[in-house]
Every structure is written in C-alpha cells, then in structure tokens.
C-alpha cells in the first residue's frame, strides 16, 4: 500500500513543502530512502525503527521505500522523522491515511519514541496557512511559536504514540502553556540618549541615522562614547510592523534562537565580537544558516572596533548591506536571508586611540596609522552615508546639571519623518537614483554646492548619492517638501572621513583626498 504525507523542507528562513511517500514490497528487509536527503534525513530511519517499536509499532519484515518529492530539491534536518513514521504506518494500515489528509507534519524523534522540537516551526505555520491546509501537526514543544498565526489549527504532541491516538480518534492532549503564552518577548527598558553628555553632533547623526535607515561610522578616541551612541539607536527606531514581527520572529526560528516561542516586536541589535568569521556574519555553512546580518534585519548591527574585524570578514558586507539581501549559492539552489538592516560601525583614529587629541600624544608612527586604516577597505567606507568625528567629553558636559534629551523625544520626531518616507514606499537609505531624481533633487542653490563639494573634494558617485539621501533626511525631520542648500550643506558635513582637515587631527580622513571647502565655497 502507498502512503502518503504532507511535510516541508527549510531553505534559508523560508518552507518549502514536500511529500513524503512510502511504498512496501517484497524483497530483503529494509528502509531505502531517496530524494537527496543529507546525512541527518538518511539517519531518520534508525531513529524512526526505534521510535516504532517502543511505540508497539514495528517495521514490517518488508523492502521499505521512502521518497521524498519533489526528487531534484535537497531534503535537510530531523523534523523529516514524524512524517516518515506516520507514513510507514498508513502504509502497513495502522493508521488512517484519510487522517493525514489536510495536515502538515514535521517533528524529530527520539529513540524512545518522544517528539522533539524543531527549527522553524513559525514559518512551517505560515506555509500551513499559505497552502490552505486544515492544521499542522507538530511537537508540542513549538506549540507557543505555531500557535501564533495557526491558533486551533495546531496540533501538539510529545510522543509518537500521541499523534497516532489523535490520527486514529482524533484526540489530542492539549499543548501546555507557556508562561506567558504566546505575548511578545519581554526585553528590559532600552538603553536612553539622556545618558549621554555632549556630543551634539554624533547625536543629530543618530537621529538622522534612525530617520532615514542610513549606514554610521563613528571615529573617534577610546571612552568618548561611540558605543553609548549605538546602542541607544533601537530606542530611537518605531516599533516592528505586524509584517515585520512575522518576518523577524521567523528569521529568529529558522536559527532557533527564539525565546520560548514568542513573538519579537522589539528591533533586533546585534553586535558581534571581532573574531567572527565571513560565514558567521553574513550566513551560510553546509545547511546554510543565517548570519549577524539577517538576524540584525530590520534592526542594527553594530561593530565595535572596525579594523579589528578581519578585512575579508568586512569586505563581504559590501553587497548585502547595499542590496539588502544576502544570496547563498549551494550546488543547485540559491537561498535569499534577508538584510534590511543600520549597519553602525566605530573605530580609532589610530592604534591606541589618541591622534590627533592635544592633552595625549599619539605614540603610533605614520606607517602604523596607515596600516590600521588600510584594515577597512574604501569601497566599505564609502557605504556609510554618514560618517562623523567623536571627539573626546569634555568636564563640563559630564557634569552639567542640565540633562541632554531624551529619547522619547527624537523618537517623536523619527517616527514623523518615517511617516512622510512611508508615504512615497520606502526608507531614504534605500532610495534608488531615480526616485532621488524623484524626491531629492535639490535646488538650484543645493546643486552648485554639491557641485562644488564632489570637484573639491573627490567625492565618488555613491558619495554623491549618499549625500542627496542624506539631505532628503534631513527635510523630513524639518519637515521641507524639497531639499535645499541648508540640507544639502549638513550632509556634506557627514561625510568626515572625506573630508581632509589641517594638522593630520582625530578627523584626518582613511584616504588622501584634496583640499577641503573653504567657508566662501559654501556660501
């Protein structure tokens, strides 16, 4: 007899179905499974042997054939077990095969017969409800991640025994509760800009940053407050869409590292140690999994110490950062992870931090400064379209009385320019040049000092886009139709590392560039 049951296989952060088929026939005893399956796919059938005899339900003495369609797609992880056994049993007659009809089954199991959770169960739930299935059939250790888009549609079981009692009399025990069902994850108070002193211009950079999704670089010496900036950014951003929070809590299942199954409605930040390889963070492996980058998607993610990463290890940012996307070519697929992230990076001015600072001397040579700036190639920096000197805190800011603002209030103003943004579909940062043509141009005033900038200072075309996204930033935070020479102008202030400055000082740009604006060039 042929049976037959619905299943999924995950590629990147999203489900793919697939059918599992099992045929018996004479001929030597055995499990024989085909359809690409990887090592862990062609080990379930010792796991599911097991499983079935402690179940009472052991494998005929027949030639068992499993097949997993469709044939060319890759099968991978342990969620193939349950599926294997319930088909293996509708195939001997053991169970009804119209039971299986209209479910969606996925679950490893153990030796002994019990179910365990899997990886991704929330985007298992959005394929169930995709496919217009009846429900899903899973470990009741996911019971909190699938029930928040499938509700009564899920089924949750602990052993192989319990989802044969429900597919034969269709009861089922009720999935425990988690402690606090399925709320979004509760996360402690964001960190507030009132914390940090001084700073005026780095802090209208976040702002700026937060309105409009661009990429930071912070330069700047040890202790001045790089690190309090980016952390503070989350709390500038708006909350997660409906959309987003599926999108972000299934990136976060894919890579089984969502919390008791809950759903995140606060925006990612990762910060990842300098030691990280290439594949740790932009994704990949043998599975592949996602990286820093994805789990930072529609989030931040901030980097430390910039020239202590790896130059390779940086260099791979370059297109996911800009595309929005990471692409992963595996023999013959390709997996997508997404990337919509504020990419926030902060580094020295030199080796031990104190160039160009007038109260320590700088010990580094110029051939060790150069070194350590040539670790962050051009082409990265130039994709940060904002690019600011944090000079060290001076006493009377640390000990004003007068606390800075907080971030409730540049928040306020965020969510505003967001809002004008949403209006014409997407975020400055991700503005193409024809909708900057579109939305951006400047005025007759705002393009001859841009002119004048891009000639003086050697900017590239990407600068040059960058400044006008930039610029159409700022507007919406002064809530301007159009971008003028006022917005044009602070935008050209944000690209520091271009910008060369007298006596080799803490803003001395990563690049020769020509000489600076003078202030009539501005006018």
């Given at each position: 007899m042929l049976a037959r049951v619905q299943s999924l296989t995950l590629l990147g952060i999203d489900a793919f179905p697939?059918?599992?088929?099992?045929?018996?026939?004479?001929?030597?005893?055995?499990?024989?499974?085909?359809?690409?399956?990887?090592?862990?796919?062609?080990?379930?059938?010792?796991?599911?042997?097991?499983?079935?005899?402690?179940?009472?339900?052991?494998?005929?003495?027949?030639?068992?054939?499993?097949?997993?369609?469709?044939?060319?797609?890759?099968?991978?992880?342990?969620?193939?077990?349950?599926?294997?056994?319930?088909?293996?049993?509708?195939?001997?007659?053991?169970?009804?095969?119209?039971?299986?009809?209209?479910?969606?089954?996925?679950?490893?199991?153990?030796?002994?017969?019990?179910?365990?959770?899997?990886?991704?169960?929330?985007?298992?739930?959005?394929?169930?409800?995709?496919?217009?299935?009846?429900?899903?059939?899973?470990?009741?250790?996911?019971?909190?991640?699938?029930?928040?888009?499938?509700?009564?549609?899920?089924?949750?079981?602990?052993?192989?025994?319990?989802?044969?009692?429900?597919?034969?009399?269709?009861?089922?025990?009720?999935?425990?509760?988690?402690?606090?069902?399925?709320?979004?994850?509760?996360?402690?108070?964001?960190?507030?800009?009132?914390?940090?002193?001084?700073?005026?211009?780095?802090r209208r950079a976040l702002e700026v940053a937060a309105a409009g999704g661009h990429h930071l670089l912070m330069v700047g010496p040890p202790g001045c407050g790089k690190t309090m900036l980016a952390r503070r950014l989350p709390g500038l951003l708006p909350g997660l869409t409906p959309d987003e929070t599926i999108e972000v809590t299934s990136i976060y299942s894919v890579a089984g590292l969502l919390p008791e199954g809950r759903l995140l409605r606060a925006r990612p930040f990762r910060a990842p140690h300098h030691t990280i390889s290439g594949i740790g963070l932009v994704g990949g492996g043998r599975g592949p999994r996602p990286g820093e980058v994805t789990l930072a998607h529609r989030g931040v993610l901030f980097l430390d110490e910039l020239p202590e990463f790896g130059r390779a290890t940086l260099d791979v940012l370059r297109q996911p950062i800009e595309e929005g996307e990471v692409l992963i070519t595996r023999e013959n697929r390709t997996v997508r992870f997404p990337a919509r992230l504020t990419l926030v990076a902060a580094m020295n001015p030199c080796p031990c931090g104190h160039l160009g600072r007038g109260d320590r001397p700088c010990g580094c040579t110029p051939a060790l400064v150069a070194h350590y700036r040539q670790r962050v190639s051009g082409p990265l920096v130039d994709r940060f379209d904002l690019q600011v000197i944090v000079p060290p805190v001076e006493g009377k800011d640390l000990r004003?009385?007068?606390?800075?603002?907080?971030?409730?209030?540049?928040?306020?103003?965020?969510?505003?320019?967001?809002?004008?943004?949403?209006?014409?579909?997407?975020?400055?940062?991700?503005?193409?040049?024809?909708?900057?043509?579109?939305?951006?141009?400047?005025?007759?005033?705002?393009?001859?000092?841009?002119?004048?900038?891009?000639?003086?200072?050697?900017?590239?075309?990407?600068?040059?886009?960058?400044?006008?996204?930039?610029?159409?930033?700022?507007?919406?935070?002064?809530?301007?139709?159009?971008?003028?020479?006022?917005?044009?102008?602070?935008?050209?202030?944000?690209?520091?590392?271009?910008?060369?400055?007298?006596?080799?000082?803490?803003?001395?740009?990563?690049?020769?560039?020509?000489?600076?604006?003078?202030?009539?060039?501005?006018?």
């Open positions: 697939l059918t599992v088929e099992v045929d018996f026939s004479n001929g030597l005893p055995g499990v024989h499974t085909v359809g690409l399956p990887d090592a862990a796919v062609r080990e379930s059938a010792e796991r599911v042997r097991a499983a079935l005899r402690h179940a009472g339900r052991p494998i005929p003495p027949k030639r068992v054939t499993i097949s997993l369609a469709p044939a060319d797609l890759r099968k991978q992880g342990s969620a193939l077990d349950l599926p294997i056994a319930l088909a293996i049993l509708a195939a001997d007659g053991a169970i009804p095969a119209t039971g299986l009809e209209g479910l969606l089954v996925a679950g490893e199991l153990g030796l002994d017969g019990g179910v365990r959770s899997i990886r991704g169960a929330l985007p298992t739930a959005v394929l169930a409800r995709r496919l217009g299935l009846r429900g899903v059939l899973l470990p009741a250790a996911n019971a909190a991640e699938a029930r928040i888009l499938l509700g009564s549609g899920f089924i949750g079981v602990k052993t192989l025994a319990e989802a044969i009692r429900y597919l034969t009399t269709g009861i089922a025990d009720p999935p425990p509760e988690p402690p606090g069902g399925t709320a979004a994850v509760a996360r402690d108070p964001e960190p507030d800009l009132s914390e940090v002193r001084g700073q005026a211009q780095a004003g009385a007068v606390l800075p603002e907080p971030s409730e209030a540049v928040a306020l103003r965020v969510a505003a320019a967001r809002e004008r943004q949403a209006r014409r579909g997407t975020l400055n940062a991700a503005l193409t040049p024809a909708l900057l043509r579109r939305h951006a141009w400047p005025d007759p005033a705002g393009r001859r000092l841009l002119d004048r900038a891009l000639r003086l200072l050697g900017l590239s075309a990407r600068a040059h886009d960058g400044i006008l996204r930039v610029a159409r930033t700022l507007a919406d935070l002064d809530h301007a139709e159009g971008v003028g020479a006022a917005q044009v102008g602070e935008a050209i202030q944000y690209r520091a590392i271009d910008r060369p400055t007298e006596g080799g000082s803490a803003a001395a740009p990563l690049h020769p560039q020509p000489e600076p604006l003078a202030a009539s060039d501005q006018r």
